[in-house]
Every structure is written in C-alpha cells, then in structure tokens.
C-alpha cells in the first residue's frame, strides 16, 4: 500500500511537521515520520529513501530550517514527487530555509510551500493530493475536506455579521 515519507531534519522541527501528520491521518492517507539530516546522516538519509521507495513510498515531505537542504538531498536520490518545508527557525526566520528548498538546479524538482506550520499543514494536503490523481475516494474525501473549510468560513461571517 502506498504511503507518504515525512522526513524532519532534527527533531526540533516536530511541532511544525505535526501539522502535516494532522492533515493525513484526516484524509486517511497512510504516513511514516523519520528523523535524518542531509548533512550529519547522508548515508542513513539515502538508505531510507530507497527502502521507502522499494516498499511503494508515492511522495516525500522534507522538513528543514535554517540553510539545511534535506528535500534536495532526497530529490537527488528519488524520481518521485518530494515537496519541502522550510522550517521558521534560525537567525533569518527561516528566509534561508526557504532559498535552500526551492533554489533547485533544473532537472531536480522539488515543491516548496510556505515557511512554517502553514506549509507544512499545505505539505499533507499537497500529498494528498498527488495521490488522490489515482484515488478516487481520497479525491472525495480533500472535496469533502474543502467544502467543510468553506462551510466553516460561511459560519464565521455569519457570526460576525449577527455581532455589527
């Protein structure tokens, strides 16, 4: 069964990536979260994404802040989709995470979201998407999902306009 690959670059990016963990499991979507760094465990971070690919992992999420580049380091290994979150943290806010993630060379893509908990919850709903190409019943469910985010909009303005 296919899954989605959440890879984190230290731990400390957890209460970001939770978001994304969120997102899945809402839609059902099978996950794994791991902790490897592009740069202090390349090898174990290589070794992961061809087992993660040999056991049918359909996309990769990156997670990493300051100028780490864990979604280029796996796009490099992988031809499947890799989307990259740039993580707030660091003395730039994560402004470098997010040059380091989406500055790739041509030929090596990777979908970069928003800096923070924002694109990492955008990251799961990317995914999710992806997969949903060839799943219809998760494309019903992310239709389900959105019109329930709109409904819930609807109600705030209704809210609001009952208190003016």
């Given at each position: 069964m296919s899954f989605v690959a959440i890879l984190m670059g230290s731990d400390s990016d957890w209460p970001v990536m939770q978001a994304t963990v969120a997102?899945?499991?809402s839609l059902g979507v099978k996950h794994e979260v791991r902790v490897t760094s592009a740069h202090r465990t390349p090898v174990d971070t290589a070794e992961y994404v061809t087992d993660a690919v040999s056991r049918?992992?359909?996309v990769f999420i990156c997670?990493?802040?300051m100028a780490a580049h864990l979604a280029g380091a796996v796009a490099a290994h992988t031809t499947r989709p890799v989307i990259g979150v740039p993580i707030d943290s660091g003395p730039l806010s994560?402004?470098?995470a997010l040059l380091s993630t989406v500055q790739m060379p041509g030929g090596i893509p990777v979908a970069t979201v928003a800096v923070g908990k924002a694109g990492a919850k955008n990251a799961g709903y990317l995914a999710a998407q992806i997969l949903a190409v060839a799943d219809p019943d998760l494309a019903g469910r992310i239709s389900a999902d959105r019109e329930a985010s709109r409904q819930k909009i609807r109600k705030a303005n209704?809210?609001?306009q009952s208190q003016l």
């Open positions: 997102v899945l499991k049918d992992c359909e997670a990493a802040g994560g402004f470098d209704q809210t609001l």
